[in-house]
C-alpha cells in the first residue's frame, strides 16, 4: 500500500527547543517543624507513625538528601546558581507544653545542640554542590522552640531558643556563598531579585478552627491584608504540617515529626 505525499503542500513550522539551561533559576525550599526531640508512640497513634531520636536523624538526612537532588533535577535543564532555602521553625518541641516537658526526649539546650547538628549536615551537603554561587538563608522562628508558656509576639526571637540555634549557624557557615537574612519579626520580606519578592512565616500567625474550606479562606484573608502594606508575589510557611498550595500564592510545608497523638 502506498500514498502519494503533495509536495506542494506547505510544511509544517519548525519547532525550536532552546537548548538546555537556557533560563536561569532559583530553587526555593522549606525546612520547618521538625520537632527533633518529640517522642511519637506508635501504641497510641493506631500504628500511623512512631518518632524518636533516631527516626528524626533518619528523616533529617532524607530531607537534606532530597533537597540536594531537587536542586540537581533543576540544574539539568536550567541554571541554576543560587538556591533559596527557609529555615521556618519549630526545629525543636520545647516544654511549652506539660505533657512535653513529660516526653520529650531531651530537654530544651540539648535538642538545640541536636538540631543545630543536622542542619548544619544539611547546610554542608548543599555547600558541596560547588556551581552554587550563592546559598540564600532566611531564619524564622516558630512558635514551639520559646523560653515563655504563652507566645508573644513583640519579643519572640529574642525569646526563642532558634534564635540560638541559627546564629550558630551563621557563625559556622559564614563563608562568603551563605548569605543570612535573620528575622527579627515574625513576618519577613525576601527580595529575590527586584521583580519577585518572597513573604516568610512560620504560620501560627493565620488562625483557623479546622471549619470548611479549611486553611485557604483565613489564609487568603490574611495574605490580603498583608499585600496592603507590602506586596509579595509568594509566600512561605509551615507550622500546620500539611504539605501543598492552600492559595495559589502560597506554599505550606509539612512535618517530619508525621502523625502524632
Known sequence: MSCLVNESQKQP??????KSRA????PLFIWSDWHVEEAVDPRK????????????ARRARKCIE???KMIRHARASNKVRSVFLMLGGDFISGDIHQELSETNLLGPAEACVFAKDLLAEGLQAIAEEKYLESIHLLGIV???GRTTKKMQFK???EKSFETIIYAFLQNQFNHRRFHWQLARGGIEMVNLSPQF?????HGHQVKYGGGIGGLTIPLTKWIHRQDQSQPAGFNLMGHYHQFGLPTPRCLCNSSLKGWDE
Do not use: C, D, Q, W
Open 23 to 26: 533560563s536561569e533559576v532559583v
Open 66 to 68: 532530597s533537597t540536594v
Open 142 to 144: 516558630g512558635n514551639h
Open 197 to 201: 519578592r518572597l513573604r516568610g512565616f
Open 45 to 56: 497513634t493506631l500504628g500511623k507513625n512512631e518518632y524518636n531520636l533516631e527516626i528524626a
Open 155 to 157: 519579643n519572640g526571637a
Open 13 to 18: 513550522a519548525s519547532i525550536v527547543v532552546p
